[in-house]
């Protein structure tokens, strides 16, 4: 083994073994039964007997473990009961081009069963283990299936101390600090979570604006089109709307569901602001409302006032849903074809500022 973590002044000696598989054909040992192999071995040594048989099993169980899970990185072995923890690292696939497999093993049901409360701990750290290898990547899976491990081996102390009749107080306030340990790792996963959510969110943002500015470009190259125009300044207000919202540090996203979902999630942001921009641009260009230029303004200024809106239609989806509600009272209290009632301003009826005047501008990002 290649390290052995053991708090208590009674250690297990670090034993180095080539991990090789099996050859008797036999099945890969549990975690389970090399934590008995181990004890077994540590009992016999502790009594200050040679065993070689036990010392053997031991070796051969660790080998063909490590072989089918990695190397053990962390670990800690109770010395008075049949439990432990550990932290095995398997290399990548490809030789180890991609990045190194962790997964955290833990044996304890003999060192809680009359211990609820190191148990209901040991549990959130398994809890904790589990999302971390599911959602983290890199080193912030390893960094926080490391602090797991501490915190897993602090408990298991806390049993081992108990098996050998320990004080109670302390005990219990040494538990109290590990219930704050832990808190605290799982407030570093959900900060590490979220900020590799908002990379693949953003990813997902970025790639769906690129392919619709490709598609732009080539369509505007050959003759302009407003809707297509104001599609891609939309998309790009939602890109600066998503930017603006992470640097104030209020951006929160749903981690546990996953990078695909994230990153379809981020996808559809652009497709949404685009959307409200196309339909403020139908809007206008339809009548329904008015730029808030001057009549005499050439068509270029009216196309450049037009992607303005456009952009703060994909910025802040409120601000195009409050515009596109606005025009509803004037549809309502427009005549019936053929008949002779004046036709009603949005200012005969309250319902909002007049039809040529310009859209309040948005107060900030959707």
């Not at 515009?323 to 036709?343: E, F, H, N, R, V």
Request: proline residues 6%; charged residues 20%.
């Amino acid at each position: 083994m290649t390290e052995l973590i053991q708090p208590l002044s009674d250690v297990s000696p670090v034993r180095q073994v080539e991990a090789q598989p099996s050859g008797d054909g036999a099945h890969p040992p549990t975690f389970a039964e090399l934590v008995y192999a181990h004890y077994q071995w540590w009992k016999a040594r502790e009594a200050g007997m040679a065993d070689s048989a036990a010392a053997a099993a031991y070796d051969s169980a660790l080998a063909a473990f490590e072989a089918r899970h990695g190397r053990v990185v962390r670990a800690y072995w109770c010395s008075h009961v049949q439990s432990a923890v550990a932290l095995t690292e398997k290399k990548g696939r490809l030789g180890g081009l991609f990045s190194p497999v962790y997964c955290l093993h833990r044996e304890s049901d003999w060192a809680t069963k009359n211990s609820p409360d190191v148990a209901a701990e040991l549990h959130r750290c398994d809890a904790l283990a589990v999302r971390a290898k599911a959602v983290l990547t890199g080193v912030r899976q390893r960094i926080c299936l490391e602090l797991v491990v501490s915190c897993a081996s602090n408990l298991l102390s806390l049993v081992d101390a108990r098996a050998r009749a320990g004080d109670k107080e302390k005990t219990a306030e040494a538990l109290k600090r590990d219930h704050a340990e832990i808190s605290k790792v799982e407030a570093y996963y959900c900060e590490a979570a979220n900020g590799q959510a908002q990379l693949i969110y953003f990813g997902g943002i970025a790639t769906i604006t690129i392919l619709l500015g490709g598609i732009a470009a080539a369509w505007l190259s050959i003759t302009w089109a407003a809707p297509v125009a104001a599609l891609v300044a939309g998309a790009l207000g939602a890109v600066v709307s998503v930017i603006q919202r992470i640097n104030s540090g209020k951006f929160e996203l749903e981690y546990d569901v996953g990078g695909p979902y994230t990153f379809f999630l981020g996808g559809l942001r652009p497709l949404i602001g685009g959307v409200f921009a196309m339909a403020i641009t139908f809007a206008f260009s339809g009548g329904l409302l008015h730029l808030p230029v001057d009549k005499g303004e050439s068509t270029d200024h009216r196309r450049l006032a037009l992607l303005v809106l456009a952009f703060l239609a994909g910025f802040s989806e409120r601000w195009a849903q409050d515009t596109l509600t606005s025009i509803a009272p004037i549809a309502k209290s427009a005549p019936a074809p053929g008949s002779d009632a004046p036709t009603a301003t949005p200012n005969d009826t309250g319902a909002g500022p007049p039809s040529d005047a310009a859209p309040s501008p948005p107060a900030g990002g959707s």
